[in-house]
């Protein structure tokens, strides 16, 4: 059985320019690297993971690219662990306010 | 015939692409020199700030509430010498259908495509403008592309883009997302080119004509809430285009004492096509990695000539820190209970430490809110820094290094005026309008336009251009 099948919702990956192929005014780190795209869109075929496809977007574009994801989860959210430095401000804040240390 | 799709053969084609995506000609405002003729160009959309108005109205857009912030204007006297301590006002741009001011920026835009027939929008951004032309394009009945660049080499996401890249699907967007890089525009062109529909350019003269309307309500809001106009409006700088479409506003209500400050994150150190810096910054926007160049050579945008031009109604240019945005957006949450966008609080920071130096009975208004939530709030954005290696602590601001840490004021009173040197990046205009001109005589006209570019006397200009070895 394949990873995905026809029709399914994906995410591919395409190397747009290759370190060589970069030009412009790049900083030496980004001079070593590819220029890299993804975008999502509806898999035209069944396949696997890492295979190249193609894929038809939103808006109708034919793209092709690696598969690298199947229905992709928005991943970011509130940080993977509470800020407590955020606490100190509200309470500090508040308490200038009420008339206590303004100095 | 299939075109020739490589990197030289399509940057080759960018003017032939830009016109067919822009619908218009801007070959028609040259003098042939460094002038142009920018306010027959900004005429020319056809649409005065009624007609802006209207179509703006059809779509929600606009009429934000000006809100005064009584418990931070209190938070300044408390801190200030006696006497001193302006009043702040802030304009709740998040009210607007996706969220920002960024609204008024595309919905002009989007209304031009409409009506030339365009199927559908492109836009290339990482910010709350993807989410505008999204967002104007859903209710236009539009498609709609965002380029934006997005990843650093390993595939992380800023926090902040993940959220514009899910803000825009949501609205039923494409979105295409792009490792760091200035070569983002080749692909954008591709997309143009392949696609044939229209570049919502952040730059044209509708994105302008669309900011105006915000200029123009702060003066009228003003005039009804306190009877007079304000003395001091703050506008976050970035590409330029919110501070002038925003004085332009200003300046047709009749607003012509009121003085209008530039504001933006002090990123000084970071460069911002950095493979490694780009996961560093919290701030995507905003900051002196545009707003410097920007200023200075605002014809280098996706534009043949750029409609936002900041250095000609600038009168000041204040610098803030990242860890200082923070501890205002944490103060507008806590004081206000208003849960706002951090980039958007940077024009607050700014207004903060000015009101501080200014009497009570002066007017400050801070002209934009953005929307917050997921990825784009303090605590997403310093548990992304810390996790990046960067140091988050309390302290003194002024020692801030952007990219190795976050100083959060250990005091309120430690947010302090910090001006840019204006004259410096005016000179540094002059020097790159020359050059990309590409003259060896300078005209009267030439002069008189770069006066009004950088709101200077013949006196700065001549002196400037004696400097590049012109002796006029």
Redo the contacts between chains.
């Keep these: 059985m394949s990873d995905a099948k026809k029709g399914d919702w994906v995410q591919i990956h395409e190397i ?2 290759k370190p060589e ?7 030496e ?2 001079k ?10 509806f898999l035209n075929h069944d396949a696997n993971l890492n295979d190249m496809v193609e894929i038809t ?3 109708g ?1 034919i793209v092709k690219g690696e598969l690298v994801s199947v229905n992709p989860r ?10 407590p ?2 606490l ?3 309470r ?3 308490g ?2 009420k008339g206590g240390d ?2 | 015939m299939m075109a020739d799709i490589s990197f030289n053969a399509v940057m080759n084609r960018k003017n032939e692409i830009m016109k067919k995506a822009l619908g218009m000609d801007y070959s028609i405002y040259e003098s042939g020199g460094i002038a142009f003729d920018y306010e027959k160009m900004m005429r020319d959309t056809g649409f005065g700030l009624s007609d802006v108005m209207k179509i703006q109205r059809e779509t929600g857009v606009g009429n934000t509430p000006l809100l005064e912030l009584k418990n931070l204007t209190e938070l300044v006297r408390r801190i200030s010498p006696k006497g001193k301590g302006a009043r702040i006002f802030v304009k709740d741009e998040a009210c607007n259908p996706s969220g920002s001011f960024k609204d008024r920026r595309a919905s002009v835009s989007v209304y031009i495509a409409k009506k030339l027939g365009y199927k559908g929008v492109v836009a290339a951004t990482s910010g709350n403008y993807g989410a505008a032309v999204a967002s104007q394009a859903a209710m236009r009945n539009l498609d709609c592309i965002i380029v934006q660049e997005c990843y650093d080499s390993r595939k992380i996401g800023q926090p902040e883009i993940l959220e514009k890249q899910r803000k825009c699907e949501c609205l039923g967007a494409e979105v295409v997302q792009l490792t760091v890089g200035p070569e983002l525009f080749y692909t954008f062109l591709r997309i143009l080119e392949d696609t044939g529909y229209f570049n919502a350019s952040l730059y044209s003269t509708f994105g302008i004509a669309g900011v105006e309307t915000l200029g123009y309500e702060i003066a009228m809001q003003c005039r009804e809430m306190i009877g007079r106009d304000p003395d001091v409006v703050v506008a976050t700088h970035a590409g330029g285009g919110n501070l002038t479409g925003t004085a332009r506003g200003l300046i047709k209500a009749g607003a012509v004492n009121t003085k209008v400050i530039g504001a933006s994150v002090d990123l000084k150190g970071l460069h911002m096509a950095s493979d490694t810096a780009f996961n560093r910054k919290s701030f995507t926007t905003g900051h002196t990695g545009f707003g410097v160049p920007y200023a200075t050579d605002p014809d280098h945008s996706d534009v043949p000539r750029s409609a936002a031009r900041a250095l000609r109604y600038m009168e000041d240019y204040l610098l803030v820190k990242q860890g200082e945005v923070f501890y205002i957006t944490e103060a507008l949450s806590q004081l206000e209970g208003m849960e706002r966008g951090p980039a958007g609080n940077t024009s607050l920071t700014a207004a903060f430490a000015l009101a501080q130096q200014l009497n009570e009975d002066k007017i400050i208004v801070v002209q934009e809110t953005e929307y917050t939530g997921a990825g784009k709030h303090p605590l997403a954005q310093l548990s992304f820094a810390k996790k990046n290696g960067v140091e988050v602590k309390f302290g003194n601001p002024d020692e801030e290094i952007p990219g190795t840490n976050i100083i959060l004021p250990e005091h309120p009173s430690l947010i302090k005026v910090r001006h840019a040197d204006l004259g410096k990046m005016k000179k540094s205009y002059i020097k790159n309008a020359v050059k990309r001109a590409n003259v060896s005589l300078i005209s009267d006209k030439d002069i008189e336009f770069l006066m009004q570019d950088v709101k200077e006397d013949r006196k700065f200009v001549l002196s400037a251009l004696n400097e590049l070895g012109f002796n006029i």
């Design positions: 747009v320019l192929e970069r030009t412009g005014k790049l900083p780190d980004t070593k690297v590819p220029l890299e795209l993804w975008v999502k869109g977007t939103l808006t574009r928005y991943e970011y959210g509130f940080g993977e662990e509470y800020v430095e955020i100190k401000i509200g500090q804040l508040r200038i306010l303004n100095k």
